[in-house]
């Protein structure tokens, strides 16, 4: 039973009051899951959750995810009762420019929100992937004096929710990982947007549940009393399973006139709200709070903050005890990296390796200098080769494993990694193929808008794939990839490219990158130093061939197709200049007069060079440019074949710069 049913029973209805009155006040956002959750809210944020609102990041919070992030009002509001840096006026201003309460959750936007969340399943995925993290830090930082991890992942989510295949992805993973720290709870309303949920679903969700390896309860969600049970119950659970709580409520509750149908989903209660706020008790005063739930909430962060304090001395002994683990925790919170080109080796001027090769021996440096560097792949560690080898797989048994096998989920590894990235302790990459970026695409997007810096280490890059075939040979993928504001994808041409692309990933804090790296071997292209190449993917792009007589004509390339690009220059003669574009993103960002050292406005001939679509190198190359490039999907044939067949060839570069 919570602590004080009557008084959270009160506070729930006022945090349908303040749901009530922000959406009436912008004519925009969504009732149904705020009303219909109000006595859950109350007992979490009232009773169960571990917290320090003046605190917001604390290492041993426990973190509540809202992934039905349409219903925001639920979270703001409850932020707002709890004493969380989320202001009555902020309330007043929900879905206005600039304010504290978006109409979905954004990170870094309102303190307590743990994550981006409004696409249905994502939250899911992120709260797995918070199980994750924490589990490794309880794993790698508890020690047998000093617990400093022992928090739980909440999440709430609707029926839409857990339609999506993302959080189906998550919550097998979940349940096969046995993530006994998180707790889902299942807002099983039976309305969908378009209609009732019956219309769409049939499956038995509590065996459907069991089956996946869930601890499965269900209750009353209106009931505080049954709640508090089925929470306590999930908390102190001994069965090593990830604990779901499904709750049947009647979505839009206090609404007679649309609660349990699909009108109660959105705003469709509003013309109703007057009346609404009347039958709850509530006084005429818009947003009212009354003085004995502020007065409640104010004597439960205090009980909070006691428990927080107690953490707090237990925080002090470990780092005593444990001086280097606690120094490893700082450095990685607040996102330190070491000199990172320093510590990667120098390949031999020979080499002649496929840039994912390349990549993997880079990955092993970085490892080693950076301890909470995690890696994962979507079944296919033996092809992007992303092993971190002096480590081991992360399972139940081995939490401090740097490896995690994801299967064949990429949507989910990706939706995960947010997760993991969000908690701010580990630095997650992943990999699969390139061509099956689209299936991680809604997850990246959010990484970018987040300012999330996860890693994506994404192979077999182009049609060299070859047999294969057009199915996994991606032509307009990178440039797909490339359109996503705030997203680095870099796309290096040799090993040392591909070495300055791990150090320009991992020394980004603001937000993603991708790497695009090749299956086929390429050679180490010796025309520069080592050093230079990597320096130039850091600025995105450079010269790579300089003429040695009056410029007349620039050709850029990256990746693979740098090769050939360079043996074209050559046969053209010494009036012509190479420039590798390895990121289009960092490259942007270079001072004017560093863009215009590179590619001068005075040399109007230009050829743009790769193995993909053309459009987006329009704006380096300009309306006279010319391209070599693949406007169409590939062939199933050896890479020699493709390549000539697709006309990807220095004969193709030069009849482009003949065309002149």
Known sequence: MPANSSVLAKAAN??????????VACSSGHLGLPLGCAEVGACIFGDKLQYNPNVPKWLNRDRFVLSAGHGSMFLYGWLHLSGYGVSLDDVKAFRTLGSKTPGHPEFNETPGVEGTTGPLGQGIANAVGYAVSQKMAAAKYNTAAHKIFDNRIVVLCGDGCMQEGVAMEAISFAGHQHLDNLILIYDSNDVTLDAMAKDTQSEDAFKRMEATGWEVRQVDGHDMDAFSTAYDGAHSSTTTKPQLIIIKTEIGKGIPEVAGTQKAHGEGGVKFAAAARKNL?????????????????????????????????VFAQWKAANPDKAAELKASTDGVMPDLLSKIPEFPADTKIATRKAGSEVLQSVAAAVPNLITGSADLFGSTLNYIASSTDFTPATATGRNI?????????CAMMNGICYDGIFRPSGATFLVFADYCRASIRIAAMSGLPTLYIFTHDSVCVGMDGPTHQPVETVSGLRLIPNLDVIRPADPEETAGAFAAALLRNSGPTLLSLTRQNVPNLNQRSAQDRRAGVLKGAYVFVKETAPLECIILSCGSELQIAIEAAKQLGPSTRVVSVPSFFRFDQQPQAYKEEVLPLSCRKRIAVEAGVHGLWYKYVGLDGKFVCIDRFGLSAAEPQVLEALGMNVKAVLDAHASF
């Open 14 to 23: 006022e945090a349908r009051g303040l749901a009530l009155d922000a959406v």
């Open 281 to 313: 008790g509530l006084p005429e005063e818009k947003f009212y709070v009354s003085a004995e739930t502020r007065a409640y909430f104010s004597e439960h962060t205090k009980n909070l903050t006691k428990k927080f304090d107690q953490w707090q001395e």
């Open 405 to 413: 096998k994801y299967g064949i989920r990429e949507h989910g590894m």
